[in-house]
């Protein structure tokens, strides 16, 4: 039976299609082969840079007599989540819901008519930790399939109706305010850990959307507390080890509460979201050490994870080759004293050794250390660690490097455009913006079609087969929406505005709810909706701040009605679970603070007073403002309507909530004008 992987567009697919597995991709024939054959579907969702997929990869679907039971008994159906997302969340809700907790790989057996009915992740290849081995799973789902068919046809219908039944309590169609607001920061500062930064125990992931909505809620409220947590815990992070302190760029997460040691992998999403919140974080605070972080990070995006075509590559692997032969997490990013002295010598080996925290006894594991900054760093000659950095990095760089999922994922390019965009505009990096408009013209050109229907990724400029879901739609329009602001074009307003129709046209119910698929889209056994954040923004809030801004910019009232109905969950959640909804708090406080429109008109885009006030605009804190800049006179964007100069003069008009200031031409009174 042959394997049919080899012709997907998924990294993470054609890593699986030599296997002597007979894999079929997520399709109808798939489960037509079963229906023909009356053989249930093993379905193992991963992704590239997954580390116990790529274990149970060797261990189980390498293994010849695995395959041959496999083949003869199942129809074995790979999936790569990062391209179905929905697929994902559908049977990532009924493993949750069955077994209590979930996780990559995920391996659920369903019928022909694909209901699930047993599930699990990883399963070793011989029993261990209480955990059956796979061939112990194989052999019991194949005698329940044959000898017990009418028990699995009951738990898979089951199951399927308890998922299909399921329905979000939506709570509200009305936007949170001040009281749910004041809730959920008193509900992060209960779970912040006030001695090492972020919120929770291990492991801990960089709390990026929260991060988002205490920085803004700082801004419209002047709350020192919110500031503090956000400042204390990007420093923290910066800090640690789950930040490459040679070449920029956050990994997933750390094993450990104080951010010593990450699973090394790191994603696009992570590090567009990082970008943008050390940006902002510098924006608030004039932090020497934000601006640092956010202007590597976003190098690292450019140098490390930017595709021919102009997109971005989804990740870097946490495993690369030790050297030996072996595949080791860690290795390409880790040291010991001895590799230090071998690069440095003696004398700069112990230097570097104090200065990243690199011990006789390692940070991580036999004797290696991951490079941090400890808090009582001291004070060293800033030339001579510019060089020992410069030294370890070209070192590093003859290691073996990780490995490259280069599929371009639309709604993570669209968090990197907006990261990339915004960096470029704050410290007058144009080629940063470039870069965005770049990724931006790729998604235009390769990504939407002639409907601005949106295709979910590319890979090596051909675009995959599977449509868009939210996420896609509103990270992409957010993109947009920030290169709008920054480079005063309104072709990407426009871009933004087809997007977003779709969004009201098939994303959304008429209690005002959101799917995370279209109304058009591939009928699964339940029609996925999330709105909790969780790596990155739910679809849901993401759409939420993408039609705010929408609205702000061009007076659409159907797209501010629907961001004020979907904001509605964000009163509900807000203050019960304010870590898994932080992007819908960031929204939430724009949302009451107008969002403010900022109109900046000069004699041509050229004059330097009017890109003085321009960038003035783009640094202001307010939450969610929206920047619109062009000629006096143009059409370019809405928001230039009858803005004409003030005495011949470049200017600025501020509006919120159908009430406009004076305009002025004068940067004090505008940034004033944005920070209080």
């Known amino acids: 039976m042959p394997n049919r992987l080899a012709h997907e567009t998924s990294p993470y697919l054609l890593q699986h299609a030599d296997n002597p597995v007979a894999w079929w991709p997520w399709s109808a024939e798939a489960f037509e082969e079963a229906r023909r054959t009356n053989r249930p579907v093993l379905l193992s969702v991963g992704y590239s840079s997954c580390h116990w997929c790529h274990v149970m990869a060797h261990e189980s679907f390498e293994d ?4 041959d039971y496999l083949n003869e008994h199942f129809v074995s159906v790979k999936v790569d989540r990062e391209e179905r997302p ?8 009924a493993v949750q819901a069955a077994t209590g907790q979930g996780g990559w790989p995920m391996t659920v057996f369903l019928t022909p008519d694909a209901e699930p009915f047993y599930f699990g992740t990883y399963f070793p290849p011989a029993p261990r930790h209480g955990m059956p081995s796979f061939r112990q799973v194989l052999e019991g789902v194949r005698s329940a399939w044959t000898d017990r068919r009418d028990e699995v046809a009951e738990v898979a219908g089951k199951i399927t109706r308890d998922l299909s039944q399921r ?3 939506y709570g509200s169609t009305e936007a949170p305010g001040e009281e749910e607001l004041s809730g959920a920061l008193l509900g992060l500062t209960r779970e912040y850990d006030p001695q090492r930064g972020g919120f929770g125990g291990a492991p801990k992931f960089p709390p990026s959307m929260a991060l988002e909505f205490l920085l803004r809620h700082h801004a419209r409220t002047g709350a020192e507390g919110a500031l503090e947590m956000a400042r204390d815990t990007c420093e923290r992070m910066a800090r640690g080890g789950i930040y490459d302190q040679l070449a920029g760029g956050f990994a997933r997460y750390s094993v450990d509460r104080e951010w010593t040691v990450p699973h090394f992998e790191k994603m696009l999403y992570d590090n567009a979201l990082l970008c943008r919140v050390y940006a902002h974080l510098w924006r608030s605070t004039g932090s020497d050490l934000a601006r640092r972080v956010a202007v590597e990070t976003a190098d690292f995006l450019v140098r490390e994870l930017r595709t021919t075509e102009g997109g971005f590559a989804s990740a870097l692997d946490a495993d690369s080759d030790d050297g030996t032969g072996k595949h080791v997490e860690g290795a390409y990013y880790v040291w010991t004293p001895a590799q230090l002295t071998e690069v440095l010598g003696e004398e700069d080996g112990g230097l570097a050794a104090q200065y990243f925290g690199v011990t006789a006894d390692g940070t991580f594991e036999e004797g290696q250390s991951v490079l941090q900054l400890p808090q009582d760093e001291g004070v060293f000659d800033a030339d001579r660690i510019a060089s020992i950095k410069s030294r370890l990095l070209e070192a590093r760089s003859q290691r073996p490097a990780p490995g490259r999922d280069d599929k371009v994922v639309a709604a993570w390019n669209g968090l990197a455009i907006a990261a990339l965009a915004e960096t470029g505009a704050y410290f007058d990096r144009p080629d940063l913006v470039e870069a965005a408009v770049s990724a931006a013209d790729l998604l ?4 939407l079609d002639e409907h601005a229907k949106l295709a979910r990724t590319s890979k090596d400029g051909q675009v995959g087969a599977n449509a868009g879901v939210l996420e896609d739609y509103a990270d992409v329009a957010e993109g947009f ?6 480079t005063g074009e309104g072709v990407w307003l426009e871009f933004a505005g087809f997007l977003l129709d779709h969004v009201l046209t098939g994303f959304v119910d008429e209690s005002g ?5 279209a109304s058009d889209a591939e009928q699964l056994i339940r029609r ?3 709105p909790t954040d969780n790596a990155t923004p739910s679809g849901w809030t993401a759409a939420a701040g993408a039609l705010l801004s929408y609205a702000a910019q061009t007076g659409a009232e159907p797209h501010r009605t629907a961001a004020e109905r979907a904001l509605g969950v964000v ?3 807000g203050p019960r679970v304010p870590r898994f909804i932080g992007w819908g708090l960031a929204v939430a406080e724009a949302y009451l603070d107008g969002p403010r429109e900022v109109a900046v008109v000069g004699p041509s885009l050229d004059d330097e007073a009017a890109k003085a006030l321009h960038r003035t605009a783009l640094l202001g804190t307010a939450p969610g403002a929206v920047v619109a800049f062009g000629v006096a006179g143009s059409d370019e964007l809405p928001l230039l309507a009858d803005r004409p100069l003030v005495d011949g003069e470049p200017a600025a008009y501020v509006c919120r909530n159908f009430t406009c200031d004076a305009p002025t031409t004068d940067q004090e009174r505008l940034r004033t004008a944005l920070s209080r």
């Open 64 to 67: 010849q007599p695995t395959a």
């Open 167 to 169: 329905e979000i309590d």
């Open 513 to 517: 709810a959101l799917y995370d698929t």
């Open 528 to 530: 996925p909706q999330d």
């Open 86 to 93: 929905d697929v994902d969340a559908v049977y990532m809700e």
């Open 481 to 486: 929406l920030a290169l709008a602001s920054v």
């Open 444 to 447: 235009v050109r390769l990504h």
């Open 571 to 573: 009163k509900a959640l």
